[in-house]
């Protein structure tokens, strides 16, 4: 079987780890039957510092052919981040209708948290997160600019359609692992957006009588990151919320280095879009020393999206393998002193055997 892959390396570490990373999950389709034909877009910071824009105006158009999307990272310490998210990441997933986010947070064996007393397996979530409206709608707008009486106006946005999208999209991720699903809002301050929400999660819920369903607040959310991680298997929040506890669950995982996302379109009418969560990293960026698992893993997420388990199965099967390893080569944000390009024949070794 063959796919056509866009790749979209970007800015930073993400030209490193997708390099990088390419070879490996060539090495996993030849094992399965699967090519993997690839066109590369050069889109990103260095493009917008050069020509004003992050892609061209049809660059969504052009992306629209393939079967999947396998981003690197955007940002760049000399662009403000508002620029470079709205130029590339958010219309992508916006007119490509990829309206769930999918990230989840795997605490690997051999892998510290720095949460005290937590091994391999004791956290293992997965947040849905609203991908396309939400807080981050660009609805809004600013008046009277440079004068005492200026003012910004930001809107969110929640509609039904969306938040059925990814609300169901958690209750059936939930009916196939452990049958829990936490909802998360702040409906108790909000009280439009997020009560509309919490209405259809409960409307919902009716449908999924075998799915417990845990209502938690934001910022109680947040605390239970911390304080219960392994109470959590299914999450669901909305564009900003999803975002934020996306991140403290990479961290309490042991690394934003072994964070994975996917941005699926879930009627199959436009490619998906697959991307480490670690961000373009200018301190470290040229330096060989990124993380590739995320990435790695993020090539995982995408087999599983075109259909390939055995393959997607494979590269996580190589990854538990290298962490379990206390011998393994590993990179800094994981207490090693190896390289992005020893992590990666490591894994290529592993898959020989």
């Known amino acids: 079987m063959s796919y056509e892959i866009a790749l979209i390396p ?10 990088a990373s390419l070879p490996l999950l060539d090495a996993v389709g030849d094992r399965e039957g699967i090519t993997l034909e690839y066109t590369e877009f050069d889109w990103g910071s260095e ?42 990441m958010l219309p ?29 397996g004791d956290i293992d979530f997965v947040v849905f997160r609203e991908n396309t409206e939400g807080e981050y709608a660009d609805v809004g707008g600013r008046e009277h600019r440079g004068f005492d009486h200026e003012l910004a106006i930001q809107s969110a946005v929640f509609t039904r359609e969306g938040t059925e999208t990814v609300v169901r999209a958690a209750f059936e991720a939930a009916r196939e692992r452990d049958g829990k699903l936490t909802n998360v809002t ?12 919490d209405e259809i999660v409960a409307e919902l819920s ?17 605390m239970d990151f911390i304080r219960r991680p392994e109470a959590f298997d299914v999450v669901v929040a909305s564009n900003l919320f999803g975002d934020i506890l996306t991140d403290v669950g990479a961290i309490i995982a042991g690394s934003m280095g072994l964070a994975p996302s996917a941005n699926l379109c879930v009627d199959g009418d436009a490619p998906s879009m697959f991307e480490p969560v670690h961000g373009s990293a200018p301190d470290i960026a040229g330096q060989g020393i990124a993380n590739p698992l995320a990435t790695v893993l993020s090539g995982a ?12 199965g494979r590269l996580r099967r190589v990854v538990r393998e290298q962490l379990a390893d206390p011998n393994a080569p590993r990179t800094p944000d994981l207490g090693g002193d190896s390289g992005t390009e020893a992590v ?8 020989e055997d």
């Not at 020509?51 to 999307?69: E, K, N, T, Y």
């Not at 702040?186 to 929400?197: F, P």
């Open 301 to 312: 997420m995408l087999f599983d999206e075109l259909g390939e388990p055995a393959a997607a």
């Open 206 to 222: 009716e449908e999924y009588p075998d799915v417990e369903v845990e209502r938690l607040l934001v910022d109680a959310a947040a």
């Open 47 to 88: 493009r917008y510092l050069e020509q004003g824009s992050m892609m061209p105006d049809d660059g969504v158009d052009r992306l629209r052919p393939h079967d999947a999307i396998l981003l690197g990272a955007v940002g760049h310490p000399d662009i403000p981040d508002h620029v470079t998210l709205r130029g590339l």
């Open 10 to 19: 970007g800015d930073g570490i993400g030209n490193t780890v997708v390099d």
């Open 344 to 351: 990666v024949a490591d894994l290529l070794d592993r898959l």
């Open 92 to 120: 992508i997933r916006k007119r490509l209708n990829q309206q769930v986010c999918k990230r989840p947070s795997i605490l690997y064996e051999g892998v510290e948290s720095p949460l005290r007393g937590y091994e391999g």
């Open 186 to 197: 702040k409906s108790n301050a909000q009280a439009y957006g997020m009560v509309l929400w």
